[in-house]
């Protein structure tokens, strides 16, 4: 009952992608939900990162379409809706000149508009997300002199300025020691939870995304497994096998 | 003896136009260094080198026909370097040595135009006209404006160009925009600086406001502030000691990039103790 009530946001619809030989992703379907924490796993090379840049209209598909809040991607313009950190969140140029405070304004600029400079609003909003996340002291600081994990909160801070309806995250743990790791999935929990802010995060870590998210789907070029948690619970041996694995085979 | 210097109306043509250069160099620069493509400010000083071998031979503003021609010349390498039929790079060689090719085949054409082109192979402010001035006025005035207007749509573009694109920010005309741009800067600061050194004037003064480690606002102040003192003093000493214009500019610039450096590597090592 409570699924029915609640709008769709992302509707992907039998995407098939190729980057030229043989299909990367072949006939993947999924409904995200307002509210929504969708982990997206499976092993290196399985076409995860692609899924997400399909979904972001990075990629174009062979097949498929897609709808962001209802609209065609091809019509859809209310970018500032969509919030994204990137995989290269720990891979950027450490000495780009830039403060934490100029990273989180640049999740303004898509709400703002073209032309149009930022305002006293935009200044508010940042100092929102910053504080939101923990960082606001930080403001004035190079974002090359923090270290990788409150490089991912600033990242996560500039996604929240634009107040989206949704983030999509590309694999954003990687490269992160693990006590980093875990205060970033507990902040993550806590933005989707006490905010009601859907997540999409897509990893290759499926036992600990297991824990977080409320929708697991394991995909290796196409969907192999969708679930909950509970049920990810009962059979999670059977799934990872399937994640890293591929299907056990039949025995007759 | 200063007062004499400002009483000339050569070297008041020649401050005026320099001074537009030096605001404006930095303000493409800080973007084109960035995005690791500070080449393409040689490679269209070459192109440039066409147009005004080409403005020679017909009897046209050489400065006016390097403006025409750089800008034809910038959207072409940006249309080959998306088209990735060639690696970015070679794109810029292709069009660095062909340019370079050409100019040499025009100026062969037109002899007896030799202590010309000495003054816009290396910079000198004798050549400036008043047509110049007014050229590098209206059309610095406009590269500033640009830049201001799509200000915060380059930063974002420069600092994570994916992430521009997820925002809905038109990614493809902003970066043609900013090459043609380019090109209008590189075209402006021939009578300064020169054909053989304009990259010089793009890329030093950002190089040394990089090393201070600051916000990017503050960044772009100091290489304006670099630029203008670097362009003002140079033309200054050129001037009284009958030096090249860029020559002694570019030597400024090369030496407060290195003070700044060596500075900024005292500061760590005491920070550091």
């Known amino acids: 009952m ?50 997400l840049r399909v979904m972001l209209g990075l990629l174009t598909p062979l ?27 720990t891979n950027f140029d450490i000495n780009f000149p830039v403060t934490v405070e100029e990273v989180a304004l640049m999740g303004r600029y898509a709400k703002r508009g073209m032309f149009k400079k930022v305002t006293i609003e935009d200044r508010r909003q940042v100092e929102a997300a910053l504080t939101k996340i923990g960082m ?39 490269g992160i020691d693990e006590v980093t790791r875990n205060e970033f999935y507990a902040l993550l929990k806590h933005l989707n939870t006490e905010f009601g802010l ?36 009962q059979e999670g041996h059977r799934i990872h096998h399937l994640a890293y694995h591929g299907p056990e085979p039949h025995h007759s | 003896m200063i007062v004499s210097f400002f009483h000339y109306g050569f070297i008041m043509r020649g401050l005026e136009a320099g001074m537009v250069v030096a605001l404006v160099a930095p303000l493409i620069g800080i973007f084109l260094v960035l995005r690791r493509y500070s080449l393409i400010a040689d490679t269209l000083s070459h192109v440039s080198l066409s147009g005004i071998a080409l403005g020679m031979l017909l009897g046209i503003n050489p400065v006016l026909a390097a403006i ?21 790079e070679s794109a810029l060689a292709l069009f660095l040595s062909g340019s370079l090719a050409f100019a040499i085949v025009l100026l062969s054409l037109a002899r007896g135009m030799n202590a010309n082109l000495f003054n816009y192979l290396f910079g000198s402010i004798v050549t400036v006209t008043t047509t110049d001035v007014f050229t ?36 493809k005309s902003i970066n043609v925009v900013f090459i043609v741009l380019t090109a209008l800067t590189v075209a402006l600061s021939i009578p300064i600086v020169g054909v053989l050194l304009i990259a010089a004037l793009i890329v030093i003064p950002v190089l040394t406001a990089l090393q201070l480690r ?60």
């Open chain 1, 2 to 51: 409570h699924a029915l009530t609640r709008h769709t946001l992302i509707d992907a619809r039998h995407i098939s992608f190729s980057y030229g030989e043989g299909e990367v992703l072949h006939d993947i379907s999924l409904s995200v939900c307002a509210g929504d924490y969708v982990g997206i796993v499976g092993p290196n090379g399985a076409g995860k990162s692609t899924f």
């Open chain 1, 63 to 89: 097949q498929g379409n897609i709808a962001l809040f209802n609209e065609p991607i091809q019509e859809f313009r209310e970018w500032w809706r969509i919030g994204y950190v990137p995989q290269k969140v």
């Open chain 1, 136 to 174: 606001w002291e930080y403001r004035n600081r190079l974002i090359g002199d923090l270290s990788g994990g409150q490089q991912q909160r600033v990242f996560i801070a500039r996604a929240l300025a634009g107040q989206p309806e949704i983030i999509f995250l590309d694999e954003p743990t990687t």
């Open chain 1, 198 to 233: 859907t997540l999409v995060l897509v990893s290759h870590d499926l036992e600990k995304v297991a824990e977080e998210a409320s929708h697991i789907v394991v995909i290796d070029r196409t969907v192999m497994w969708a679930g909950s948690p509970q049920e990810f619970a």
């Open chain 2, 68 to 88: 025409v021609f750089t800008v034809i010349a910038s959207l072409g390498i940006e249309r080959l370097r998306m088209s990735k039929k060639v690696y970015g």
């Open chain 2, 136 to 171: 590098i006025t209206i059309l610095g005035a406009l590269v500033a404006a640009l830049v201001f207007l799509f200000y915060k749509e380059l930063v974002y573009i420069t600092f994570d160009e994916e992430s521009a694109l997820v925002a809905g920010i038109p990614v």
């Open chain 2, 214 to 273: 600051t916000s990017f606002v503050r960044t772009i102040f100091y290489a304006e502030l670099c630029s203008v003192c670097a362009v003002l003093l140079g033309m200054i000493i050129s001037f009284y000691a009958n030096l090249a214009t860029g020559g002694t500019i570019v030597l400024l610039m090369l030496g407060l990039f290195s003070a700044v450096l060596l500075v900024m590597k005292q500061r760590r090592q005491i920070g550091s103790q």
